[in-house]
């Protein structure tokens, strides 16, 4: 597949300086890129790179040109290139229609347009919506529904009653509606308590890879709009998550950061904007626009000044020593006095 400089450029709303005729067949790296390349550079360092290499042009961000490449001046070159990199590498379209090895229920509903990859069990009462893809070994548990344009990695399971909205994208191996995590202790053991809630998970949701979101105790797990989580994340039962483990029903605001290896104790609020620094415990409500960090999280400012005294702490013992030392010789001097 073969653009100009110039169609790019409409593309992402950018500005071409050179000739705007210049074919272009392909997105890479600078380390990477090959003759009729497009590359990008939003860094001094990077730019000098991405000069020297056979790429035909260059993304770069405003105040940059070049009299060696064609440059396509843009206001965020990582912006761009989340735009373009689907034009140039453009997702697999699956065929309309259901393999032979999938099993599924007489009462589904699955759209014409849906693709049910092979060994796909889809249950009763199940509602699958316009151009979804199952691709493989996925179950789909009963009275669930699925809506349009919905992409199942392979070996996803979703248990009862899970409800997912549109232009949702599941990654391979994960499970959705698990039961979550809920004894009483009675009578010297542990008694189970059911988990008979569901999970919901609204439109363009991204969930990666071997993750695990469990239903709720009683309601519903929710996961709101424009949700990204990562590989290997676990969401607990009755967890409300707006736009990373948690323990249960903890409360998420829209566009929350959670940092790796962190964790939130249950039944706490983070609100709107909300960060979380990495390898932070948090123990308490986060509010609007709030950042945390260090175990227990306290405000990133008042955590990092703790850092900085801790690694001053050796230091200060040591001349803490030596004044104690200077103290203890004068006051010998001082008892020694006639």
Do not use: W
């Not at 990477?32 to 001094?44: E, H, M, N, S, V």
């Not at 893809?133 to 789909?140: A, E, M, P, S, T």
């Not at 008694?191 to 993750?211: F, P, T, W, Y």
Request: glycine share 12%; with cysteine; proline share 6%.
């Amino acid at each position: 597949m073969s653009f100009t400089a110039a169609q790019i450029a409409e593309r992402v709303r950018g500005e071409v300086l050179g000739d705007g005729s210049t074919p272009l067949t392909g997105f890479a790296s600078a380390d990477q890129a090959r003759a009729g390349d497009l590359t990008f550079a939003d860094k001094p360092e990077y730019f000098v790179a991405a000069e020297q290499s056979a790429a035909a042009a260059i993304l770069v961000p405003a105040g940059f040109s070049s009299t060696k490449k064609v440059v396509i001046r843009v206001p965020n070159p990582r912006v761009a290139v989340a735009r373009l990199l689907p034009v140039f590498f453009p997702p697999d379209q699956h065929p309309q229609g259901i393999h032979p090895s999938a099993i599924i229920d007489p009462s589904a509903r699955v759209d014409p347009s849906a693709h049910i990859g092979p060994n796909c069990v889809v249950g009763a009462r199940v509602q699958i919506g316009a151009r979804s893809v199952l691709l493989g070994g996925n179950h789909v548990g009963r009275d669930s529904t699925l809506g349009e344009d919905v992409c199942l990695f392979p070996n996803v399971v979703l248990y009862p009653k899970t409800v997912i909205g549109h232009r949702v994208v599941i990654h391979a191996g994960t499970v959705i509606g698990s039961d979550g995590y809920g004894y009483v202790f009675d009578e010297g053991r542990h008694r189970k308590v059911l988990q008979v809630g569901n999970v919901i998970i609204h439109d363009d949701v991204e969930i990666g890879a071997n993750a695990a979101i469990d239903r709720a105790a009683l309601g519903a797990t929710v996961i709101g709009a424009g949700t990204k989580i990562d590989n290997l994340v676990h969401v607990a039962h009755n967890v409300v998550m707006g736009q990373a483990g948690f323990a249960g029903s903890t409360q998420l605001g829209d566009y929350v950061v959670v940092a790796s290896q962190s964790g939130i104790a249950g039944h706490l609020k983070l609100g709107h904007q909300a960060m979380v620094g990495a390898k932070s415990g948090v123990m308490r409500d986060v509010p609007d626009g709030g950042k945390v960090l260090g175990i227990p999280a306290a405000p990133d400012k008042q955590a990092k000044r703790q850092m900085i005294a801790a690694q001053q702490l050796p230091e200060m013992i040591h001349r803490l020593r030596e004044l104690e030392k200077q103290v203890g010789q004068l006051a010998v001097k001082l008892d020694a006095r006639p």
